[in-house]
């Protein structure tokens, strides 16, 4: 016997965690891990970083410490 939610075996007993969940492919999982789009995001935030750096040290005449140091 079979009802919306539950499962009564031929005891009687009432099981209601019978039904199982719904298996789904989820279409943003492709973006997230050690994906080539990931690597190159990572490798186009490390190149802002870097000549970010670069700009700083030109424009203030010291480096990342020494720009940290005089605050």
């Keep these: ?3 919306s939610t ?5 005891q009687g007993k009432l099981n ?3 039904l ?3 298996v789904y ?3 943003q999982g492709d973006r997230t891990g050690f994906t080539p789009y990931a690597e190159l995001l990572n490798g186009r935030l490390a ?4 000549v970010s750096l670069i700009v700083l040290e030109v424009v203030t005449g ?6 940290l140091t005089s605050l």
């Design 1 to 3: 016997m079979r009802t």
């Design 6 to 10: 539950a499962i009564v075996d031929d």
């Design 16 to 18: 209601n965690f019978a």
């Design 20 to 22: 199982e969940p719904k």
């Design 25 to 27: 492919v989820d279409e």
């Design 47 to 50: 190149m802002i970083g870097f």
């Design 62 to 67: 010291h480096g990342i410490v020494g720009f």
